[in-house]
Nanobody, 125 residues
């Protein structure tokens, strides 16, 4: 059974940085779009960033533009989320997910079929 495993979460002060990783195993990776989403307590899961299978037109939520960077390494079957200038409102469980085959950077949760277990990011003020 294929899986996505996130890592890199933790506790950081406001203004700090974290780099999340999501490694795919037992799943075809390079031909699929990949995305990052997050869910804060008592809130719905929301889109953060997505990268097409070709690594072309990347998309970001307005709340993270200019601070977060998504990238992928198709040799390592891994997608990354570099998070800079973190704010307390970025506190959430972060999930990576596999999107459509040869798809673009969609923000729609329904287009993502495989999900990781999540990694906690906590930003203190």
């Amino acid at each position: 059974q294929g899986q996505l495993v996130e890592s890199g979460g933790g506790l950081v002060q406001a203004g700090g940085s974290l780099r999340l990783s999501c490694a795919a195993s037992g799943l075809t990776f390079s031909s699929y779009a990949m995305g990052w989403f997050r869910q804060a307590p008592a809130k719905e899961r929301e889109f953060v960033a997505a990268i097409p299978w070709s690594g072309g037109r990347i998309s970001y939520a307005d709340s993270v533009k200019g601070r977060f960077t998504i990238s992928r390494d198709n040799v390592k079957n891994t997608v990354y989320l570099q998070m800079n200038n973190l704010k307390p409102e970025d506190t959430a469980v972060y999930y990576c997910a596999r999107g459509p085959l040869r798809g673009g950077g969609s923000s729609r949760l329904a287009e993502y079929g495989y999900w990781g277990q999540g990694t906690q990011v906590t930003v203190s003020s």
